[in-house]
């Protein structure tokens, strides 16, 4: 598989978007194409948040605000490591993802958006097995969702391999 090298100052990518929608695997392969290092936020989550979630309750922001940290933390030490750093998070809301880009400026971290029906994601979620976030979660996620001018929003009515090339060349285009 080609590699696309990223921008020179880009050094983190965000796949945000709602449970379901794809951001782990598409990440993997957009990591494996710009040679970068590819993580899964939800592999940081504390093991309560992931209980709370595996009984059904939404996490609220006090929940969410120690891991966002972790996060952030993690996105720095990647710097040192990765020439570009991908990583799968929900940001849904845009104060979690002024969090992540705490001073980083629009050509240094970017959020890209995989964005989806409902009805699309939500058939995708009931397929998949051994992940610990129900499909019942799904209408509380697109609930706090908060779509800004300053997302890369890609369409996930494709393949993988076909959401990552456009995720490659939507970043690329906003350079």
Not at 18 to 23: D, E, F, P, R, S
Not at 34 to 62: I, Q, W, Y
Not at 94 to 108: K, N
């Amino acid at each position: 598989m080609p590699v696309t090298p990223a921008r020179s100052s880009l050094r983190t990518i965000i796949l945000m978007g709602v449970c379901g929608c794809g951001k782990t695997e598409v990440g993997r392969r957009m990591a494996a194409r710009l040679g970068g290092v590819f993580e899964d936020a939800d592999d940081f989550h504390s093991v309560e948040n992931k209980a709370k979630m595996r009984e059904g309750t939404p996490l609220t922001d006090a929940d969410r605000h120690p891991w966002y940290q972790r996060l952030r933390e993690r996105i720095l030490e990647m710097r040192s490591l990765t020439p570009v750093y991908v990583l799968a998070c929900s940001a849904l809301k845009a104060d979690y993802r002024r969090r992540l880009r705490a001073e980083d400026d629009l050509e240094t971290i970017a959020f890209v958006h995989l964005k989806g029906s409902r009805e699309l994601i939500f058939a995708r979620m009931s397929a998949r097995q051994g992940h610990y976030m129900p499909v019942s979660l799904l209408d509380s996620q697109f609930a706090i969702l908060e779509e800004t001018p300053d997302l890369v929003t890609v369409s996930i009515d494709a393949t993988p391999d076909e959401i990552a090339e456009t995720a490659i060349q939507a970043v690329h285009a906003t350079a």
